[in-house]
């Protein structure tokens, strides 16, 4: 598995033919089959690959089989592995050597997703008594990955579940210019970072989240086994080898075979900020420090048998990572070209990393730029909104030539972009065999027309934007990004601090009036109509509506201030999940007291529940029509809100990408 998500398993049927059995593929272009002669050769290296089939293999796969034969002109003797590449961009998506067993260290009988951004493979050996193990997550690089079983006792989910639980903390540690994986034994008696206790009775030990290794015990020792590690663009994967009972009862919890047990996962970002409990780095240790995993990313997996036959996992999501905006830099290696001296930070939501150096004896500014996700393009922009920013955009063609130009951002769409003649020098334009675009080049501190000053001692905003296509000619819609920074970082280029602007004040008090309104208004008059109709002069009536008008008032208020806030930033209205689901319940939210003027009257009866007029036929349309009126009263209630929870959290997600 390279830069795209694959892997699948290649076996040779004859002297022409090859199957690819169990192929997963992330969704994109086809893959496409080529060959090199010598498997020592760098498969980064497309330039001595060629193509052994015709055979295409489909993006968006998954556990299918693909059969292929070799082109007329090849023979296996003349190929040393077997390369998949993307068509088109022919991005490396994954290698085979021919001799060796590597070919087999990515596969697994079984696999369960735990997280949004983290599975577990597994396959046994019954007969050896072990098991190994397969961590992947969509991570970034210094990134931890953890997994491993809750205490026999425990009945808890989430964090309760972490006390006693023996785990496997996984993933690369910075070891010069480049990572090294690793694979820890570790055990949670607290939920404190690993501490010792020389006054304790037992000289040495210590409590917290710590090691095998360092608790003391003649036994207590890392058992478990690296046997292989890959990062490929966001995708973590390590595979350990552990015993299923390694005979330490104290720091390991033997696995099962045929029993249901419940197990914890965890994913920690590198310097992850502390939330409670134990926080930041375990600095007792004999390998890489243990990180705090944050306040979300944990979890419990309840009930698995590691026996049956289990497989539910898919591709991660394509899309580029989310998440928090963090100072991610050191997670990322620097671009190629960029000197030791230059200073550098990781814009918000962690795509995009940039380098530069500042020359203010001549006048320029050196930027080196790095997108950490696949795209066609990547860009940076100076400003601290899309509209009136001015921005650099770079790709490599279909021919692998690179392109950089400047634009004026009138607006927020491709179409309303102004090029802009700037005199750049020491411009280069790359992109890796996984499809991540690096650029760089040499400007002008100073401004002129369009192209904005750069003061290199006040703090700078920069945002960044990725994108599927781009054109050097016409600019039209579907050139327009798929991924952008939300929120500005302000970069001061000769200290090198890096501050994420905080969201809008117009939004934070729209997701205000929002919450307000749909999770306390709107379920105090709700329940105002349900417990209240005992009490005299008609009190649950009034309750009811002003609730209900009060909460539609915060409502009005707040649609207002996102339609002129998102105006003001020249942003499209109406265009993702929140605004959608929100508009669409504040409609229902309008409909309510036009229907509740329409309410029909309760109809009066007479004796054994008939009309008093005697008119049956009357009084059971009048029945009826009070009762329709009920059941869509409460429907059209019922709508609302479940719309309105949906643009909840979806809000909250758009709040969180912002910073």
């Not at 008594?129 to 931890?144: A, F, H, P, R």
């Not at 394509?318 to 814009?347: C, F, H, I």
Request: proline share 5%; hydrophobic share 40%.
């Amino acid at each position: 598995m390279r830069g795209r998500q694959m892997r699948g398993t290649l076996l040779v049927v004859d002297d022409c033919t090859f199957e690819v059995t169990d192929l997963e593929v992330s969704p994109g272009n086809a893959i496409l089959v080529y060959g090199v002669t010598e498997s020592s050769e760098e498969p980064d290296n497309l330039q001595n690959a060629f193509p052994i089939s015709t055979v295409e293999l489909a993006g968006d796969s998954f556990g299918v089989t693909v059969r292929g034969a070799l082109l007329d002109s090849v023979t296996w003797d003349t190929i040393g592995a077997v390369i998949f590449v993307e068509k088109g961009t022919r991005a490396l998506s994954g290698v085979v050597t021919l001799e060796g067993s590597e070919q087999s260290t990515t596969m697994f009988e079984n696999c369960k997703t735990l997280g949004d951004n983290i599975r577990v493979r597994w396959t046994l050996d019954v007969v050896a008594g072990s098991i190994d193990i397969g961590l992947e997550g969509k991570v970034l690089q210094g990134d931890q990955l953890t997994f491993g079983p809750a205490a026999p006792e425990s009945g808890e989910d989430g964090k309760g579940a972490m006390l006693n639980a023996d785990a496997v903390v996984a993933g690369f540690t910075r070891n010069g210019d480049g990572f090294q994986p690793y694979a820890l034994d570790i055990f949670m008696d607290e939920y404190e970072p690993c501490e010792s206790f020389p006054s304790s009775q037992l000289p040495g030990q210590v409590r917290g989240v710590c090691e095998d290794g360092v608790m003391g015990d003649t036994l207590a020792v890392n058992n478990v086994e690296l046997v292989y590690a890959h990062q490929m663009e966001e995708v973590t994967f390590i595979r350990y080898r552990r015993a299923l009972d390694t005979g330490d009862s104290t720091y390991d919890h033997p696995l099962t075979v045929g029993t249901a047990q419940n197990f914890i996962w965890a994913i920690t970002a590198e310097e992850s900020p502390g939330g409670g409990g134990a926080t930041g780095s375990f600095p007792l240790r004999q390998g890489p420090p243990i990180e705090y995993h944050g306040p979300l990313k944990y979890g419990s997996l309840k009930g698995l048998d590691l026996g049956s036959s289990t497989f539910d996992c898919y591709h991660f999501d394509p899309a580029p990572l989310g998440g928090p905006d963090e100072d991610r830099s050191d997670s990322v290696p620097p671009a190629p070209g960029v000197p030791s001296t230059a200073l550098s930070a990781m814009l918000s939501r962690g795509k995009v990393k940039v380098a530069w150096e500042v020359d203010e004896g001549d006048g320029h500014v050196t930027f080196y730029v790095s997108a950490t996700s696949r795209s066609h393009y990547a860009s940076i922009a100076i400003g601290t909104k899309m509209k009136g920013s001015y921005a650099y955009v770079a790709w490599v063609d279909a021919d692998g030539a690179g392109y950089l130009r400047s634009y004026h951002m009138r607006g927020e769409s491709a179409s309303s972009l102004l090029k802009v003649e700037e005199d750049l020098a020491d411009v280069t334009v790359s992109k890796s065999p996984a499809g991540l675009v690096s650029f760089s080049f040499r400007r002008s501190l100073a401004g002129e027309g369009d192209i904005p000053t750069v003061d290199p001692h006040t703090a700078m905003p920069l945002g960044w934007a990725l994108g599927a296509s781009w054109s050097d000619t016409e600019l039209t819609g579907s050139m327009e990004h798929t991924d952008w920074s939300r929120s500005p970082t302000f970069v001061t280029l000769t200290t090198g601090d890096a501050t994420v602007a905080a969201a809008d004040a117009e939004y934070s008090a729209h997701g205000w009036l929002m919450w307000s309104a749909w999770a306390v208004l709107v379920p105090g008059g709700v329940l105002s109509a349900r417990y209240l109709k005992g009490f005299e002069n008609a009190l649950w009536l009034k309750l009811h509506q002003g609730c209900m008008y009060l909460a539609l008032l915060f409502m009005a208020a707040g649609l207002l201030l996102a339609v002129v806030k998102t105006e003001e930033d020249g942003k499209r209205h109406f265009d993702n999940a929140h605004t959608l689901t929100g508009i669409f319940a504040l409609a229902l939210a309008a409909v309510q007291p036009i229907n509740a003027i329409m309410r029909p009257p309760q109809p009066d009866s007479g004796p054994a529940g008939r009309p008093a007029d005697g008119k049956a036929t009357a009084g059971r349309f009048a029945v009826s029509a009070r009762r329709v009126w009920e059941v869509s009263h409460r429907a059209l209630a019922a709508a609302g809100v479940a719309l309105a929870l949906a643009s909840l959290f979806s809000g909250i997600d758009e709040m969180e990408n912002q910073g």
